[in-house]
């Protein structure tokens, strides 16, 4: 395996504090029944030490976790998804899935039984490449997200870890893959910040995204998708930043920033870089063929850049590199985990799994998959297919002594360094969601991103125009008319200059012959096949993208962006000079 240089210790937890508590840590003796927690989470009664917490976050976590007993300990590596769109509400049906999964009716009877560390908000569109493992949604609206993340703080709260904030998660990483789209800022897909190629838009739109996520309750988003779009994966597609390892680096860094900026924890994903394999990692174990030194130039830049960025997370990929740990899914690897991210990428934040629910993870019962993930380098178990039986696995193991005391003590340290660090940024209001300034931001990176991959660069179309689609597009239809019309540009049903719009899932079979205008509104490559003699792309379908396309149509705006994936036959651009 080739070497990499190490780095600094990035999203770091203080060595000092950590190694302190590793060596008192070991013995391996149980902890006793912890006390009974006052309504914050501390100890209450006479007996609750008066002294004040240290400030610095990996030092409070250290004084944390050296209170805390096996069962807390290994409640905090735990972050399952719930059934109901409420803490302690459910319907019928949402109870009966909790019961399957936890053993409970209820998210905060969960929470309470397991000592949860955390739990993931799930959801799914209708294009969503992750949906296969998405069993439930807990979102409606953000209102109703904002009061199920209150109940479950407040369930959280009465935990002997109360004291750091609970977890809660989220996969918004717009595109495709986007939770919550209702009365929020939508951003443009990654791959449409690949193509404008400007980190400080990107890094400005994720700001607002991160404030809004805060804002609702969420503090953690498993996004950005640092995968470097090698192949063209399905799975993977337009959640990346581009085929360039360089330029979906510096993309990478900036939506970091912008994310962590609005008090949300960012997590890269997937490592080692699941946009190197076109399989579908939800369905089967996707092979990464490439040597050590290919992957380390061609798939890792943007990982390195993220932590370099102060990522507090990266999530490990269901994928087996063959170069570094043949048939070891990268999970489950300690060569991939501690030797690879940690030992030579010098990454010491939170490194979180993969859906633990998804095909690979599943060649193993619940409890075992759990200590085998653990003891490969993971500190948080993400979306375990039964509560019950990952948390009686990873306590008898840790009784048992096959997952190392000091393993789960430093994977703790780590989650809660990480939560009291997110503790320090100020959260914005509600009333900041959809505002102003955010959609501003959102329309900057949307515009940024239109690229003419065929015809004249720029100039308006003759009108009047018809837009049409492949079937399922009404509602993109209808935003596209919208912003078309307030343009100036006339619209009518038919009869007009052909504007034909392609997205998700969509081939050469939706392609329309006589389409002046084609525009791929996801990845390009269906353009390649299209006979259209103006060719443009948007990479996203959202409202912001439709009405920065309205404005090039219209000629009131010159399309600069540049394709992040290479079309066969077309160029990156018409319209920018490489």
């Known amino acids: ?21 590793l060596v008192s840590g070991c013995s391996g003796t149980p902890k006793g029944p912890e006390p009974t927690p006052g309504p914050t989470g501390t100890p209450a009664g006479p007996s609750a030490p008066a002294t004040t917490p240290p400030a610095d976050p990996a030092a409070r976590a250290a004084a944390l976790v050296a209170t805390l007993s096996d069962e807390d300990l290994v409640g905090q590596v735990l972050m399952p998804y719930a059934y109901g769109d409420s803490a302690t509400k459910v319907s019928a049906g949402s109870a009966a899935g909790n019961q399957a999964l936890a053993g409970v009716d209820t998210p905060a009877q969960m ?56 977890l809660i998660g ?31 838009l990107t890094e400005a739109a994720w700001r607002a995204a991160g404030t809004e996520l805060a804002a609702m309750g969420i503090n953690v988003d498993f996004a950005p998708v640092a995968d470097v779009l090698a192949t063209r994966s399905t799975v993977i597609g337009s959640r990346s930043y581009g085929a360039d390892p360089k330029r979906a680096a510096a993309q990478v860094g900036g939506a970091v920033r912008g994310l962590q900026a609005g008090g949300v924890a960012a997590t890269l994903k997937h490592f080692p870089g699941h946009g190197h394999s076109a399989d579908d990692s939800h369905q089967d174990l996707p092979v990464l063929t490439q040597s050590a030194a290919a992957l380390k130039s061609g798939a890792w830049p943007p ?11 990266v999530m490990s990929g269901h994928l087996d590199a063959r170069a570094i740990d043949p048939g070891t899914p990268a999970t489950f690897s300690h060569k991939l985990l501690t030797d690879v991210l940690r030992g030579q990428l010098g990454f010491q934040g939170v490194v979180i799994t993969d859906g633990m629910n998804m095909a690979p993870a599943k060649r193993w019962a619940p409890g075992e998959a759990a200590v085998r993930a653990m003891n490969a380098g993971n500190d948080l178990i993400l979306m375990t297919p039964n509560v019950g039986q990952a948390y009686d696995g990873l306590l008898a193991a840790l009784r048992g002594g096959s997952l190392p005391r000091a393993r789960l003590v430093e994977a703790v340290t780590r989650v809660l360094t990480m939560k009291f660090r997110l503790a320090e940024v100020p959260t914005a209001p509600m009333s900041t969601l959809n505002a102003p ?9 949307a515009a940024g991103a239109v690229t003419v991959l065929r015809g004249a660069c ?32 006339a619209v009518k049903p038919s009869g007009g200059t052909v504007v034909h719009l392609v997205g998700y899932g969509d081939g050469d079979g939706d392609l329309r012959a006589d389409a002046a205008v084609t525009v791929a509104m996801d990845t ?10 103006t060719l443009l792309a948007t990479y996203s379908s959202t409202r912001a993208s439709m009405t920065a396309l309205a404005a090039v ?24 000079s490489d």
């Open 524 to 533: 390009p490559y269906v353009l390649a096949k299209a006979k259209s003699p």
């Open 1 to 21: 395996m080739v070497g990499v240089p190490i780095r600094p210790l990035r999203a770091s937890v203080a060595v000092a504090a950590l190694t302190a508590l």
């Open 458 to 489: 720029g100039g308006p179309v003759r009108g009047p125009v018809t837009v049409t689609s492949s079937d399922g597009r009404d509602g993109t239809r209808a935003a596209l008319t919208s912003a078309l019309t307030a343009a100036g540009v």
């Open 553 to 576: 149509l219209a000629g009131k705006a010159r399309p600069g962006g540049r394709s992040p994936v290479a079309v066969p036959g077309l160029p990156a651009t018409t319209c920018v």
């Open 170 to 200: 989220t996969d918004q990483e717009f595109g495709v893959v986007t939770r919550i789209s209702d009365g929020v800022t939508v951003l443009p897909s990654a791959l449409a910040a690949g193509a404008a190629g400007d980190p400080k």
């Open 303 to 313: 990982f390195t850049a993220g932590m370099d960025a102060g990522a507090m997370a």
């Open 111 to 166: 929470i309470a039984k397991y000592r949860l560390g955390g739990l993931i908000l799930v959801g799914f569109s209708a294009d969503d490449p992750t949906k296969g493992n998405q069993e439930t949604t807990n979102v409606d609206n953000p209102k109703q997200v904002h009061e199920l993340t209150t109940g479950l703080r407040a369930a959280a709260g009465r935990l002997a870890t109360g004291p750091a904030p609970f």
């Open 437 to 445: 300034a955010h959609r501003s931001a959102a329309q900057a990176l």
